[in-house]
């Protein structure tokens, strides 16, 4: 079955600190990437998505993310996060077919101390 | 972007009575939704598409006459937790894509719906 791991469960940072957050999948077709993020408090908001095109995708908020297709990965980047970027992480699979399911990661709670 | 709206935003309800949740997209037409649940510090599981017009799919180990789920206008889905229990008790999240657009859209999601059972 398919299935999307993300090895940071917890990670806490300074403000000015690069992020870098893991997210690796298994499925060997065709497949459309996403991150969302989670506020708290708030609803799911997508970050970026990567569907086809340059493997190196800029998202909202100065995330970027690049998709290897070789490691079956898709990492999340920020060169400098902020307090703001508190929040929670989900790296999400959908297969290129017609079943638009999203198969969603653990997730990753960050934590920026100011 | 697009926006999906669910109500309630929190309900409390006794064991045994059933709680429903609505889930529409404002501003599209959604042919489909889906039907997500979040344990505390977990991620989204998904429970069930939501068809227009047709029966839901459930995911593997969802009951299906547990949880009801009824697409009864393009721009509507509701979701019938049935003689809830504590166990029930949960996140419940709903989404929709845009479907009707000629390039892939990604999933806007609503507010989430925080059920307690007491």
């Known amino acids: 079955a398919q299935s999307v791991s993300q090895h940071n469960h917890h990670v806490i940072l300074s403000e000015a600190a690069s992020l870098e957050l893991g997210c690796n999948y298994s499925?060997?077709?065709?497949?459309?990437l996403f991150w969302y993020v989670q506020y708290p408090g708030q609803h799911l908001q997508l970050l970026l998505k990567y569907f086809s095109g340059d493997p190196l995708v800029k998202g909202i908020k100065g995330f970027e993310a690049e998709f290897i297709k070789s490691k079956f990965s898709f990492n999340l980047r920020k060169p400098s996060v902020q307090w703001s970027d508190t929040a929670e992480y989900f790296c999400a699979v959908n297969q290129g077919d017609s079943s638009y399911k999203l198969i969603f990661g653990s997730g990753t709670r960050l934590l920026v101390r100011p | 972007g697009a926006v999906v709206s669910q109500h309630p935003s929190r309900v409390i309800c006794k064991s045994g009575t059933s709680v429903k949740i609505e889930c529409r997209s404002l501003d599209f037409q959604a042919t489909t939704m889906f039907w997500y649940r979040q344990f505390p510090k977990q991620s989204l599981m998904l429970m069930a598409t939501s068809n227009e017009g047709s029966k839901a799919t459930y995911e593997q180990g969802v009951e299906k006459d547990k949880f009801l789920i009824n697409h009864a206008s393009l721009t509507l889905s509701t979701l019938t937790v049935t003689s809830a229990h504590p166990e029930d008790s949960s996140f419940y999240i709903c989404?929709?894509?845009?479907?009707?657009?000629?390039?892939?859209?990604?999933?806007?999601f609503g507010q989430g719906t925080r059920l307690t059972v007491v």
């Open positions: 989404s929709a894509r845009d479907l009707g657009r000629s390039i892939p859209t990604e999933a806007f």
């Open positions: 499925y060997g077709g065709t497949v459309n």
